[in-house]
């Protein structure tokens, strides 16, 4: 059984893994909404990315509830998106 802290570090090392491939994640998730912006016809901002993605990580949790996986990708994007509403705030 992975314990909340656990799953928490794992997190934590996947998102600064990610930093060093793709960016920061306010770069990399603006990358993304100007992509999805121009696929859907709509303003998606790269706070609805972190919600989107967490979103299509907790429908694959519908699959397969014990896939841990995508619980530590719900928390890494869930801190993700935190951060960059908090730094919009500034």
């Known amino acids: 059984m992975k314990s909340r802290y656990e799953l928490l570090n794992e997190a934590a090392k996947t998102v600064t893994d990610r930093g060093a ?3 920061t ?8 909404a100007v992509l999805w912006t121009a696929l859907l016809g709509h303003e998606v901002s790269a ?4 919600m989107m993605m967490a979103a299509v990580k907790m429908a694959r949790l519908c699959a397969d509830e014990k896939h841990m996986d995508s619980w530590v ?3 890494g994007y869930a801190a ?4 960059i509403v908090s730094a919009s705030d500034d």
């Open 80 to 83: 993700c998106g935190a951060e």
């Open 47 to 50: 706070a609805q990315v972190a």
């Open 73 to 75: 990708d719900i928390a």
């Open 21 to 23: 491939n793709y960016g």
């Open 25 to 32: 994640p306010a770069e990399n998730f603006e990358r993304i």
